[in-house]
């Protein structure tokens, strides 16, 4: 918990100041009395949370419970020892009788009602269970790590608190993502051993002084044995826990960090290594489709290969994430060109998957990170993973991998500043009708003009922005720019045109969206403001979700924006979205117009296009004209209307006020 509210403190630039209790009742006292306002640890219990008036972020954590008992076992109707009456109800009550179970306020408690007979199994989550146990209170009991039901947790906020945050806590969960996590709960389990108590090192049992003196140097010896044994018991289990793959058995990442820091040092004489990392391409569609078995399959099966290969050691595997890492001797390859061949023979060998009656094909993509001296194993399996997101599907770390990595972490720990401070300029392009050439719109476009970084491009900042979430308040951004110029041009008797305005596909997901939109309509109005989207905004895993943007589309179209599909035809085009949605205006991309140059075959592919989009009531306009013969052509074809640097580049809004007076 402190290590995450650290990691809050440094993403969100705000101060959390933690306290510290043993209960939920404690906790929720203080959020009652308002000495707190955030619950870190919150299980995911949404009629739970509504009853103690408090919102629930996404689920960051799963925590798993398992069973405590008296080393000589429980009885066939056994008396259960429990924290939660939440978690009672809920899994318990499946299992034994209502009379069989028994609340404590703290896991000390449980564990010590089982130690003295009053009950004879604990419920408890495995975490709590070890650390307890391995604090040397309990000696006679013992878990056997079994999970027997898992909780899911996440951050609670009082319902007192501004409803922005929560969106701000569900948007950094998923930027740390559950690598991250996965990270902080090793940190912890290895951080285990350090924090137990000098008590623990004994296992103090009274009973035995009782005999005497003559007695006393064989209890001595009978306890420090009986001590080592299930000190060395506990080691082996935690260990094991910390070293392996939830989901595989097989070896993780933290334990290829350790093993492969301590075979260079064995071996740092016997030549040149290097840290890879193979990633599943399309991990999350295989577990859509397939389910999570698949991608458990595809590793064992990958490491099972590695395994066999003379230049590849310590394999190892992570399944949240669908990685597997290594240590290779490039010292067995006489070019980079044979290890490159080596690797692909190796993608090769796994690359069919029989689900069923199915033979599915597999792709991987590969980043290699070749070590040099000073090096060490954390850094080269970080290089290792930006070589990956670039690998296509082989590729070396370089440092320029480093410094755009750095650049665009820069620009995010930037970002909520910038917008601020209002240092995002909206500038626009010129539409203009073919027949008359005059100016009948445009499209809104940003730039950045950073204190720090300088001027940007919307290439440098937005695909960033598109992965971390930022897109949706610069688009607000945007949007109220627009409108509130717009408002303003109206007032003063200024002329005015139609505005495009793109917005995210991540919107389709906002709870709140079509309401802020309505607020921007009636305070602005919503004429001669056209909303952009691309063909993704209706992309979704689920026809539930699919079905939610579209009535999105018809809720603003009902408020009076226009509707605009932009870049239709750069790809897999779904015509379905044409009849589903009210579109007022088809945007043709440009990689359509530079195909269709001297190509008979795209030339009538565009003429088709045109012709569909005013079959169906729509305006057609095509962007990127560059050249008179593409203007010809398209007016040829009958296309309304066109955008490209040939009429007009995107320009500051001063020069595009005086650019309208001149070209309406």
Request: aromatic fraction near 10%.
């Amino acid at each position: 918990m402190k290590k995450l509210a650290d990691r809050l403190e440094r993403d969100l630039g705000i101060k959390l100041a933690l306290v510290i209790e043993q209960d939920y009742a404690a906790a929720q006292e203080d959020l009652d009395k308002g000495r707190a306002q955030i619950l870190l640890n919150a299980d995911w219990d949404v009629g739970w949370a509504a009853a103690h008036n408090m919102d629930l972020s996404a689920v960051y954590l799963t925590s798993y419970y398992t069973t405590v008992t008296r080393r000589n076992g429980a009885p066939k109707s056994p008396r259960i020892a429990c924290l939660s009456k939440r978690l009672t109800d809920r899994v318990l009550l499946e299992r034994y009788e209502k009379s069989q179970i028994r609340h404590y306020a703290t896991a000390e408690e449980c564990l010590r009602a089982v130690s003295k007979g009053q009950a004879d199994i604990a419920f408890l989550r495995q975490e709590s269970a070890q650390y307890n146990i391995w604090q040397g209170d309990f000696p006679e009991l013992i878990t056997d790590g079994i999970v027997t039901s898992s909780q899911d947790i996440a951050i609670g906020i009082s319902d007192q608190m501004e409803p922005e945050l929560l969106t701000i806590l569900d948007k950094e969960i998923r930027f740390i993502g559950p690598t991250g996590i996965f990270d902080y709960a090793s940190f912890y389990d290895q951080g285990l051993d350090k924090r137990r108590s000098i008590q623990s090192l004994f296992y103090a049992y009274p009973q035995y002084f009782i005999t005497g003196l003559l007695l006393l140097f064989f209890v001595l010896l009978l306890l420090t044995w009986r001590q080592s044994r299930m000190r060395r018991n506990h080691l082996e289990q935690m260990q094991h826990i910390i070293d392996t793959d939830r989901y595989t058995g097989l070896y993780n990442r933290s334990w290829f960090k350790y093993e492969a820091s301590k075979y260079l040092k064995e071996h740092e004489a016997q030549g040149r290594f290097a840290i890879v990392e193979i990633g599943i391409s399309r991990r999350d569609i295989l577990v859509e489709t397939y389910g999570q078995d698949v991608i458990v399959e595809l590793l064992r099966r990958m490491e099972a290969t590695l395994q066999k290969t003379e230049w590849a050691k310590l394999p190892a595997v992570h399944t949240s994430t669908g990685r597997v890492f290594f240590l290779l001797r490039m010292d067995a390859f006489d070019s980079r060109t044979q290890l490159t061949t080596a690797l692909a023979h190796l993608m090769h060998l796994n690359e069919y998957i029989s689900i069923g009656h199915l033979v599915v094909h597999i792709a991987f993509h590969i980043g290699i990170c070749p070590l040099t001296p000073g090096l060490s194993v954390a850094d080269a399996m970080n290089h290792a993973n930006l070589a990956l997101h670039e690998a296509n599907p082989i590729c070396f770390y370089n440092a320029e991998m480093q410094q755009k990595a750095e650049f665009q972490s820069r620009i995010e720990s930037l970002q909520q500043g910038a917008l601020s401070r209002k240092e995002f300029d909206v500038w626009y392009q010129p539409k203009y009708d073919l027949a008359t050439r005059k100016c009948i719109g445009a499209e809104a476009l940003v730039r950045w003009r950073s204190r720090e970084l300088g001027f940007l491009m919307p290439g440098q900042f937005i695909p960033r922005f598109e992965s971390n979430g930022f897109i949706t308040q610069l688009d607000f951004y945007m949007l109220t720019h627009v409108m509130e110029t717009m408002k303003e041009r109206r007032t003063t008797g200024l002329p005015i045109v139609p505005v495009s305005v793109n917005q995210s596909r991540l919107h389709m997901q906002e709870k709140n969206y079509l309401a802020y939109m309505q607020r921007l309509k009636m305070y602005y109005g919503a004429e001669n403001i056209e909303l952009e989207l691309t063909e993704t905004a209706f992309d979704f895993g689920t026809p539930e979700m699919r079905q939610h943007a579209l009535h999105v589309m018809h809720e603003l179209h009902e408020m009076g924006f226009r509707l605009s599909i932009d870049d239709f035809g750069s790809g897999y085009s779904d015509l379905t979205i044409l009849n589903a949605i009210p579109l007022d205006v088809m945007k043709i991309d440009r990689s359509l117009l530079i195909a269709s140059r001297g190509a008979k075959h795209m030339q009538a592919v565009l003429a088709r296009m045109i012709d569909l989009g005013h079959a169906l009531g729509m305006t057609v306009i095509c962007e990127g004209i560059e050249e008179h013969e593409q203007e010809e052509m398209l007016r040829s074809y009958g296309c309304d209307h066109g955008q490209g640097y040939l009429y007009g580049k995107p320009m500051p809004e001063a020069e595009f006020s005086s650019f309208l007076e001149q070209h309406i």
